[in-house]
Antibody, heavy 120, light 106 residues
């Protein structure tokens, strides 16, 4: 059974940095498409970033240049390093596993989310 | 960027009703379209992928159709447990979600 457990969220001041984590079991983060999706309070889902098994990464325009997705294969953990945080980055951050063939991906497994609040 | 537009934004229907949600893409996404259900305080749950393939374990009252730019999610007989917000997502070019459709069961 796939389990994804996010952690590391919290209250951070604008301009600050935070790294959130997603510990995986039942799958190898190194062999899967792994993604971060966020949801601002009362709003819809917004795709943030994805890392392919080969290591290729993609980012939404709203976080490009500020956020970095990475993984630690030995810890089987996905990370999102968030720098220069803004109030509009306040959200629940979900990690997920992507599945796809010729085209990636729909997201079939999700964590419970970690809350990031950017406020002074 | 590919924009995804869902309609309606909210709907209210009775138990047993047939419910349809529409998702339109700003350009063709072929069949690279998924549907998710999300309940308050919970993570999204995959219902449908490749526009019409039912995810394992999802009740058969859920179905998806469409290709190109227009897609529908149908609940054939609405149940109380279906009260949730539903999102479409394209994965033809990068990844984009629709704004969501909130379904209330009367």
């Amino acid at each position: 059974e796939v389990q994804l457990v996010e952690s590391g969220g919290g209250l951070i001041q604008p301009g600050g940095s935070l790294r959130i984590s997603c510990a995986a079991s039942g799958l190898d983060v190194s062999n899967n498409y792994m993604t971060w999706v966020r949801q601002a309070p009362g709003k819809g889902l917004e795709w943030v970033s994805i890392i392919f098994a080969a290591g290729t990464t993609f980012y939404s325009d709203s976080v490009k240049g500020r956020f970095t997705i990475s993984r630690d294969n030995s810890e089987n953990t996905l990370y999102l390093q968030m720098n220069t945080l803004r109030a509009e980055d306040t959200a629940v951050y979900y990690c997920g596993r992507g599945l796809g063939g010729a085209t990636c991906c729909h997201f079939d497994s999700w964590g419970q989310g970690t809350v990031v609040t950017v406020s002074s | 960027d590919i924009q995804m537009t869902q309609s309606p934004s909210t709907l209210s229907a009775s138990v047993g009703d047939r419910v349809t949600i529409t998702c339109r893409a700003s350009q063709s996404v072929t069949n690279c379209l998924a549907w998710y259900q999300q309940k308050p305080g919970k993570a999204p749950k995959l219902l449908i992928y490749k526009a019409s393939t039912l995810e394992s374990g999802v009740p058969s009252r859920f179905s998806g159709s469409g290709s190109g730019t227009e897609f529908t999610l149908t609940i054939s007989s609405l149940q109380p447990d279906d009260s949730a917000t539903y999102y479409c997502q394209q994965y033809r070019r990068y990844w984009t979600f629709g704004q969501g459709t909130k379904v209330e069961v009367k």
